[in-house]
């Protein structure tokens, strides 16, 4: 169990939580996850916390492969506005920012989000760990290998665990040393990994629990789900099911999904059968 402190707000990881995923961008590789305008963003959050998330995990930037790259001001232009609509309707609900931009991440939690949750582990912008620890904010530090441009090309690895691993015990010192006090690590499905390479990691994902540290799991109908069957993004619901199983299973404590009342399905059946 670990027991968060959001920017006051506790999260308590007793069970496996849900984390909420709403897009303010244009090309999200997922369409249903698209709302760009303020209140389609606090439609679709109201439905996420009603449903049970206990996360809201808001993003400007499509990361999918091929999307186009934009600024830190036009990130900011699209997911600003979400914030703090989200956060004048449920000022209690926990809202993180899912950017590489320490700008971005600073004006998100200006606006309401008390999360940072940064898919470079803080490599893309060398102000970002500084200003988070300024902050006071939990930090989500994700493996990724590259840069924004090149983050998806085919990646070469001679252990994969180990350079996950050994990325996160660098990283955690680093945010450590930066005076980030809460980390949650993301071993980065579909990020300079294959699919081969992503479902080595659901596997072996019991061996990030020597970190200590709360492991998130973002497979929600990303491609390694829709290509192993053969299907699209919007066919994937039932593929996603079995992953974040899969994923629960072997100890992940956050599952960052597009569909909430199915992932909060699956954390009660899976703790069903823990027995508790």
Do not use: W
């Not at 232009?77 to 993180?96: E, K, L, T, Y």
């Not at 902050?135 to 180990?162: E, Q, S």
């Amino acid at each position: 169990m670990y027991t968060i402190n959001c920017g006051g707000k506790l999260l308590v990881t007793d069970k496996p939580i849900v984390m909420g995923i709403i897009n303010t961008t244009p090309d999200s590789f997922f369409k249903k996850s698209r709302k760009p305008a303020a209140s389609e963003a606090v439609a679709q959050a109201t439905a996420m916390l009603e449903a049970g998330a206990a996360i809201i995990d808001i993003g400007g930037q499509s990361t999918r492969p091929g999307a186009s790259m934009i600024g830190a001001e036009e990130e900011g232009d699209r997911v600003v506005p979400a914030i703090q609509a989200i956060a004048a309707q449920f000022p209690g609900a926990i809202i993180s920012i899912d950017t590489y931009h320490a700008t971005v991440a600073k004006a998100a939690v200006k606006a309401g989000a008390s999360v940072v949750n940064d898919i470079s582990g803080g490599l893309f912008d060398s102000d970002m760990l500084s200003v988070v620890g300024e902050m006071g904010v939990p930090y989500i530090c994700m493996h990724n290998k590259g840069n924004a441009a090149t983050m998806h090309k085919t990646p070469h690895y001679d252990n994969l665990l180990r350079e996950v691993l050994d990325f996160f015990i660098e990283r955690i010192h680093v945010c450590k040393e930066a005076g980030i006090k809460d980390v949650i690590v993301d071993p980065g499905f579909g990020f300079a990994k294959t699919i081969a390479h992503n479902f080595e990691l659901l596997r072996e994902i019991s061996l990030l629990k020597m970190l200590d540290k709360p492991i998130l799991l973002g497979i929600s109908r990303k491609s390694t789900i829709y290509k192993t069957l053969g299907i699209t993004a919007e066919e994937a619901l039932n593929g996603t099911s079995v992953l974040h199983t899969i994923g629960l299973l072997n100890g992940a404590n956050i599952l960052r999904v597009h569909d909430v009342k199915e992932a909060i399905e699956v954390v009660k059946l899976v703790e069903a059968y823990h027995g508790k």
